[in-house]
């Protein structure tokens, strides 16, 4: 049975393995934001603004959840990078069946947490009453199959750990496609409103998932644990958890921040809230090579920790912020000369209100993306090396910077206030991740 083709990011030119690693990932996320912005777009021009609100309202709640769902399975995902890269194969299969275990355990609390809490926390965040149940409907679907979404992001997750970017971007076209395809059988032809956007994306990933242990199990044996290798390793177990959720609370404590600003555009009305669902998702599909140059030096870094060559990880991680600085450059001259054309392909509506609202938010973030690209690019790299708390650190000032603009600036400043929390909440996050980064002992003792 011919083997997947993995890349070792161990050895040779750096840049040359970041690209080669890098590409199949920013396509395979491409596809990613395309089949999560295919149900924006579709709503928005099949079922009008106010469908498109009732989506964009929840937003940092799906976020939340789906973020610690995803950080988690990234950070098993670390821990297994590191084994590889220490070529210690035993271990790598118990790490592989612990991390099974574990994501079914916690995906079964957070369907839990979500099926408690999901309601009360949209009437907390201010949801418009118009909007309420529509939103509701769309966000318990979602949130309901977070183990699918969990146990697929793993899958993707050991494969990348392993240098393997190829299989998990045939896996997504797949399911890219096909997320398309239904969101428009079930919102045109059968009627079912936002429910069947988020039916459509349940389905998608459920397809992901399957066909990525699929291709763990014929051709990625390294990866398939035997019975023996389900018993439980308290250690091995700690270590997991202690990345998984650092990666994962990393990313709910970003949430958090969102969740907070959410609060205070909700009750800004809800061609605002349009006009921000649009600007994010137009944000998401521009800032995805950062995602995914950071997602690159995340198992870049993990394999050289294991390998024990931190001269390479410098390297490694100067070469990534020249290339996501390049791309910073390139995308803000892109904004400033068409984001209201942007933001009304994006959303299908010719209402000025929304594309001028949609492209300042555009137009007030897009210099900063060289801070945010750096600041992506130090925290994966922080925690590749293992140094969880810090990153940790970089999302508590985030929530804290969020939360300061959400309760005392935006009501004075209004949507203005929405448009610079990020830019400054992501400079003060660049400067504690640089010092933190340059000043630890292993990046210290390069010479």
Not at 41 to 67: K, P, R, Y
Not at 78 to 98: F, M
Not at 408 to 413: D, E, T, Y
């Amino acid at each position: 049975m011919m083997q997947i083709r993995t890349i070792d990011l161990t050895r040779g030119s750096i840049m040359k393995a970041l690209l080669l690693f890098a590409v199949p990932l920013f396509i395979s996320n491409l596809f990613q934001q395309l089949y999560n912005t295919a149900d924006t777009m579709i709503v928005g021009n099949v079922l009008g603004d106010q469908s498109l609100a009732a989506i964009g309202s929840t937003s940092a709640v799906f976020e939340l959840i789906i973020g610690f769902a995803n950080g988690v399975g990234s950070g098993f995902g670390i821990v297994i990078a590191c084994l590889w890269g220490a070529n210690d194969r035993e271990k790598l299969k118990k790490a592989v069946a612990s991390s099974l275990i574990l994501s079914l355990m916690l995906s079964a609390v957070l369907m839990i947490v979500s099926f408690v809490a999901l309601k009360p926390l949209l009437i907390l965040l201010k949801t418009p009453a118009d909007i309420l149940e529509e939103a509701y409907g769309y966000i318990s679907i979602i949130c309901m199959a977070v183990a699918i979404t969990m146990l697929y992001n793993l899958g993707a997750a050991l494969l990348r750990a392993i240098g393997d970017s190829i299989t998990p971007l045939i896996v997504l076209l797949i399911a890219s496609v096909l997320n398309i395809a239904l969101d428009f059988l079930f919102m045109t032809r059968f009627s079912m409103g936002i429910a069947g956007a988020a039916v459509a994306t349940v389905i998608a990933q459920g397809v992901c998932c399957i066909f990525c242990f699929w291709f763990i199990l014929r051709r990625a044996k390294v990866l398939v644990p035997s019975r023996k290798d389900f018993s439980f390793d308290s250690a091995l177990c700690r270590e997991l958890l202690e990345q998984g959720f650092s990666m994962g609370f990393m990313l709910s404590i970003v949430s958090l921040g969102t969740v907070a600003l959410q609060s205070s555009i909700n009750v800004l009305g809800t061609q605002i809230i349009a006009a921000h669902t649009t600007a994010r998702k137009l944000f998401g599909l521009l800032t995805m090579p950062f995602a995914t140059v950071a997602a690159a030096i995340a198992t870049f870094t993990s394999q050289n920790k294991g390998a024990e060559q931190y001269d390479r990880i410098r390297q490694g991680v100067y070469q990534a912020n020249m290339l996501t600085t390049i791309y910073s450059i390139v995308v803000t001259i892109l904004i400033f000369l068409s984001a209201p054309f942007l933001v009304h392909v994006m959303s299908g509506s010719s209402d000025p209100f929304i594309l001028q609202t949609g492209s300042m938010y555009m137009r007030i973030n897009s210099p900063f993306f060289i801070v945010l690209g750096v600041l992506l690019n130090l925290r994966n790299a922080l925690q590749g090396m293992g140094r969880k708390i810090i990153p940790l650190f970089s999302s508590i000032i985030e929530l804290v910077g969020k939360v300061i603009f959400a309760s005392l600036l935006i009501p004075f400043m209004g949507y203005l206030g929405v448009c610079f929390c990020e830019p400054f909440v992501w400079s003060c996050m660049a400067l504690q991740l640089w010092f933190s980064f340059y000043r630890s002992e292993e990046i210290r003792a390069v010479k």
